[in-house]
Nanobody, 122 residues
Framework: QVQLEESGGRLVQAGGSLRLSCAASGRAFSSYAMAWFRQAPGNQREFVGGIGRMDSSPAYADSVKGRFAISRDNTRYTLYLQMNSLKPEDTATYFC???????????????WGQGTQVTVSS
């Protein structure tokens, strides 16, 4: 089992950058594939990007490809999401998730953080 806690969300202007972090409890972090999802009010939770257990090539949603980058530090038990060229439509609560393999559906993941709010103003 792993507990996840996101941080780094805040209000930012369009075109700006943010880096989100997801701190995991326990050494089991490296055993899990990790992902970022986001959810805006009234919308379903959507896949942003994911990364395999050993920092294998990340995968991204088309809406963020070329702007967002996922990385992980297994020595620090931390997942990151670097977000550049932010747009108002990126406004959402961002969640990190852990699972046995990387998928694009929320049901592919076992453990979730509580989320961190990102608001992009125009």
């Amino acid at each position: 089992q792993v507990q996840l806690e996101e941080s780094g969300g805040r209000l930012v202007q369009a075109g700006g950058s943010l880096r989100l972090s997801c701190a995991a409890s326990g050494r089991a972090f490296s055993s899990y594939a990790m992902a970022w999802f986001r959810q805006a009010p009234g919308n379903q939770r959507e896949f942003v990007g994911g990364i395999g257990r050993m920092d294998s090539s990340p995968a991204y949603a088309d809406s963020v490809k070329g702007r967002f980058a996922i990385s992980r530090d297994n020595t620090r038990y931390t997942l990151y999401l670097q977000m550049n060229s932010l747009k108002p439509e990126d406004t959402a609560t961002y969640f990190c998730a852990a699972g046995w393999s990387m998928g694009t559906l929320p049901t592919d993941y076992l453990y979730w953080g509580q989320g961190t709010q990102v608001t992009v103003s125009s």
